[in-house]
């Protein structure tokens, strides 16, 4: 919320006086009852952490179990749906599986739970302008629908469960991008802009 403080100054010149009109917009103090924004997760928050922790549970099934059986058969999975690919079993997509999804996915939660941010990811944040795991969210989300587009081209059988992980992937981007949780990670200079911004609006006259 914002006052408008119409001022107005009385400016004596040689013998003649001028009036200049000042409206300065200041934000008002929280009250009470109020919490400052960056104190308060964002209702969005809840369901992409929810999301994101539906991935990690899914990197580290199907991470672990093409990690341990390559062929995929454990999963249901033929080395045949390789053939257009660049690897000729299943073992390096279960390493990407179990990295970027399973581990991943549980390190980002933990970054937008708490904005816990280490000393080399502070230099990140500031440069970015955005928590480092609000900017990881977006990309592991694009990554994810990118790698599901990947799939609809290479693999012979298409799945019920790939259209579900794209519709994933775009609903993680645009929870992503609500201006709730681009306020909420903004940081540095971007945040003093989204969270404030503040302005003065000047009207002279004479």
Do not use: C
Not at 107 to 121: C, D, H, I, N, V
Not at 175 to 181: E, I
Request: charged share 15%; proline share 6%.
């Amino acid at each position: 919320r914002r006052k408008a403080m119409l001022q107005d100054l009385a400016i004596l010149t040689g013998g003649q006086v001028s009036t200049v009109k000042v409206d300065t917009y200041l934000p008002l103090a929280p009250s009470a009852n109020e919490r400052l924004p960056s104190s308060r997760r964002p209702r969005l928050l809840w369901p992409l952490l929810g999301l994101l922790g539906v991935l990690s549970f899914g990197g580290f099934i199907g991470g672990l179990s093409f990690v341990r059986d390559r062929t995929g058969a454990e999963l249901g999975a033929n080395l045949t749906w390789l053939q257009k690919t660049p690897v000729e079993d299943f073992f390096l997509p279960g390493l990407f599986l179990l990295g970027v999804y399973g581990i991943g996915s549980l390190l980002l939660m933990a970054g937008l739970a708490w904005r816990w941010s280490p000393g080399p990811f502070r230099r990140l944040d500031a440069g970015l302008g955005h928590h480092w795991s609000w900017i990881g969210a977006i990309g592991q989300a694009v990554v994810l629908v990118v790698w599901i587009l990947f799939e609809f081209v290479v693999l012979p059988d298409q799945m019920l469960l790939q259209p579900i992980l794209s519709g994933v992937g775009a609903v993680m981007i645009a929870l992503s991008l609500s201006p709730s949780l681009r306020r909420f990670y903004a940081t540095g200079a971007t945040a003093d802009v989204m969270r404030r911004g503040e302005f003065i609006d000047l009207d002279i006259g004479t």
